[in-house]
């Protein structure tokens, strides 16, 4: 039985090299050769694990509703591209975006490194070494294939809603890494996200204390994690005990801390910067003091556009723009004016997302843990966890939540408005209009439309996930249905 991809792993640089199939295909069959515990911790750090790469095909950034698009920029699309018609479709919210013939670069990386995850998981504790690190290695295991579950979850299945959970499909839930296996079943919302909470509330608290490095995962990030997946599901309440733990475990971490945009931008005078400017002030997330678990996606064109004084291919609505005060550092990380000093049509936010981050950063554990306890009814102290994390983005004395919030509600709402200012321009808010879809407080979001010159384009519900591309279903009949 075939499918939709051809996955063979080389763990570079690591003298271990894992051999793996299509994903529900008929490929060369080959096994793990890691004996020992330290060649199982070496199958953590290939590149492949910390690099996404997948640039313009990654289609929730061109579903993001912050995005305007002129008919010359819709029209460079189809000149700089790699995948014009697919792009394009996600731009205009068609129901099926991929190619006929095209393989759907998010499937294949996460199933890729769940390959990965799932030879460690269940090889690990046969191997030589010492105990305490082989359960170390497990949990990690286990935490990190169950993240790469939630992210297939974010694209390919709707989000999580108590009264269709279990009649909606989603992906199949994959545990072995077995070559032998030639058909899978796909999983329900509600089986998917039972077996993901279940995997990381029993590895959570067996992971290691702490990493070196930000691709891999240790109890902070673990329970960073965890709480971004109840927090994606709308359950609040369950989110805020590992967000309050991984919070607690990240004060004074000297390798994953906030980034104060006082002294960075002090040199620059506290005004818009000029692209090439923004380009040298943003960090490869892989080097980013802010990653907690990187998970990196370049998407170059964000540079090479402004770079050579091209059209941008996206700008931001004005309507997202004046959500930042003039006090706050983050609008002159956005552009008014191309490299010439020429006045654009609206302001470019591309530049942010050239380096966009699918595993978790700082500030996410930061805006997601004051939400939640804006939620519970802790209001005071969902505004000291803003006010501590606005005092490095905005100049001294604006950092305090403006008193014209006075409600819960109007709480709740400045919480997410500071998650639109915080990944403004890295197709992040596309996962807050999922999961905020049904949410009372945010009707007044809807309708979610994109606008090309004079058309307007409406997001339905139905199309807050990707459809399987065609090449999944013309090996997997019974997903028709």
């Given at each position: 039985?075939?499918?939709?991809?051809?996955?063979?792993?080389?763990?570079?640089?690591?003298?271990?090299?894992?051999?793996?199939?299509?994903?529900?295909?008929?490929?060369?069959?080959?096994?793990?050769?890691?004996?020992?515990?330290?060649?199982?911790?070496?199958?953590?750090?290939?590149?492949?694990?910390?690099?996404?790469?997948?640039?313009?095909?990654?289609?929730?950034?061109?579903?993001?509703?912050?995005?305007?698009?002129?008919?010359?920029?819709?029209?460079?699309?189809?000149?700089?591209?790699?995948?014009?018609?697919?792009?394009?479709?996600?731009?205009?919210?068609?129901?099926?975006?991929?190619?006929?013939?095209?393989?759907?670069?998010?499937?294949?990386?996460?199933?890729?490194?769940?390959?990965?995850?799932?030879?460690?998981?269940?090889?690990?504790?046969?191997?030589?070494?010492?105990?305490?690190?082989k359960k170390f290695l497990l949990a990690e295991a286990?935490?990190?294939?169950?993240?790469?579950?939630?992210?297939?979850?974010?694209?390919?299945?709707?989000?999580?809603?108590?009264?269709?959970?279990?009649?909606?499909?989603?992906?199949?839930?994959?545990?072995?890494?077995?070559?032998?296996?030639?058909?899978?079943?796909?999983?329900?919302?509600?089986?998917?996200?039972?077996?993901?909470?279940?995997?990381?509330?029993?590895?959570?608290?067996?992971?290691?204390?702490?990493?070196?490095?930000?691709?891999?995962?240790?109890?902070?990030?673990?329970?960073?994690?965890?709480?971004?997946?109840?927090?994606?599901?709308?359950?609040?309440?369950?989110?805020?005990?590992?967000?309050?733990?991984?919070?607690?475990?990240?004060?004074?971490?000297?390798?994953?801390?906030?980034?104060?945009?006082?002294?960075?931008?002090?040199?620059?005078?506290?005004?818009?910067?000029?692209?090439?400017?923004?380009?040298?002030?943003?960090?490869?997330v892989y080097s980013d003091n802010e990653t907690l678990?990187?998970?990196?996606?370049?998407?170059?064109?964000?540079?090479?556009?402004?770079?050579?004084?091209?059209?941008?291919?996206?700008?931001?609505?004005?309507?997202?723009?004046?959500?930042?005060?003039?006090?706050?550092?983050?609008?002159?990380?956005?552009?008014?004016?191309?490299?010439?000093?020429?006045?654009?049509?609206?302001?470019?936010?591309?530049?942010?997302?050239?380096?966009?981050?699918?595993?978790?950063?700082?500030?996410?554990?930061?805006?997601?843990?004051?939400?939640?306890?804006?939620?519970?009814?802790?209001?005071?102290?969902?505004?000291?966890?803003?006010?501590?994390?606005?005092?490095?983005?905005?100049?001294?004395?604006?950092?305090?939540?403006?008193?014209?919030?006075?409600?819960?509600?109007?709480?709740?709402?400045?919480?997410?408005?500071?998650?639109?200012?915080?990944?403004?321009?890295?197709?992040?808010?596309?996962?807050?209009?999922?999961?905020?879809?049904?949410?009372?407080?945010?009707?007044?979001?809807?309708?979610?439309?994109?606008?090309?010159?004079?058309?307007?384009?409406?997001?339905?519900?139905?199309?807050?996930?990707?459809?399987?591309?065609?090449?999944?279903?013309?090996?997997?009949?019974?997903?028709?249905?």
């Open positions: 039985m075939k499918n939709l991809l051809y996955i063979w792993i080389v763990l570079a640089g690591t003298g271990i090299f894992t051999g793996c199939d299509h994903f529900l295909d008929d490929a060369p069959r080959g096994n793990a050769i890691a004996q020992t515990a330290e060649d199982y911790d070496r199958m953590f750090n290939a590149s492949q694990i910390m690099n996404m790469m997948l640039n313009e095909a990654y289609y929730t950034y061109w579903k993001n509703d912050e995005l305007i698009f002129t008919e010359d920029c819709y029209n460079t699309i189809a000149q700089l591209a790699s995948y014009p018609t697919s792009v394009q479709a996600a731009i205009e919210y068609r129901d099926q975006v991929y190619r006929d013939d095209e393989n759907s670069l998010e499937w294949e990386k996460c199933y890729n490194q769940i390959y990965v995850f799932n030879a460690i998981a269940n090889g690990v504790m046969q191997a030589d070494g010492d105990e305490a690190e286990r935490v990190s294939r169950a993240y790469m579950h939630f992210l297939l979850a974010l694209w390919y299945a709707m989000p999580y809603n108590e009264t269709t959970a279990s009649t909606e499909w989603a992906i199949p839930i994959v545990t072995e890494a077995n070559t032998q296996v030639s058909k899978y079943k796909r999983a329900t919302v509600e089986e998917l996200y039972t077996w993901i909470i279940t995997e990381m509330e029993e590895a959570c608290p067996l992971l290691k204390e702490r990493e070196e490095h930000r691709m891999r995962c240790y109890k902070a990030t673990g329970y960073a994690l965890l709480g971004k997946v109840y927090f994606q599901m709308g359950k609040y309440e369950k989110a805020l005990e590992p967000l309050r733990i991984s919070y607690r475990l990240l004060q004074g971490d000297p390798n994953v801390y906030l980034t104060d945009y006082k002294n960075k931008q002090a040199s620059f005078g506290y005004t818009e910067m000029g692209m090439m400017e923004i380009m040298s002030f943003i960090p490869f678990y990187c998970k990196f996606n370049p998407t170059m064109r964000n540079y090479y556009l402004p770079y050579y004084n091209m059209a941008p291919t996206d700008y931001l609505k004005p309507e997202i723009y004046v959500l930042f005060s003039e006090k706050d550092l983050r609008r002159n990380l956005i552009s008014t004016k191309n490299t010439l000093g020429e006045s654009l049509p609206y302001p470019y936010c591309g530049a942010l997302g050239a380096h966009t981050n699918l595993g978790c950063a700082l500030p996410e554990v930061y805006l997601m843990l004051a939400e939640c306890e804006a939620r519970a009814g802790s209001e005071s102290e969902a505004k000291r966890i803003l006010k501590e994390f606005r005092s490095y983005r905005l100049l001294d004395g604006y950092e305090d939540v403006p008193a014209s919030v006075k409600t819960k509600e109007e709480l709740i709402r400045f919480c997410v408005e500071e998650q639109t200012r915080e990944f403004v321009g890295t197709g992040y808010r596309f996962y807050n209009v999922r999961r905020l879809w049904n949410d009372p407080l945010f009707q007044d979001w809807k309708p979610i439309t994109h606008t090309v010159g004079k058309q307007v384009f409406t997001l339905r519900e139905a199309q807050l996930k990707i459809a399987y591309p065609k090449t999944i279903l013309n090996w997997n009949e019974d997903w028709k249905k």
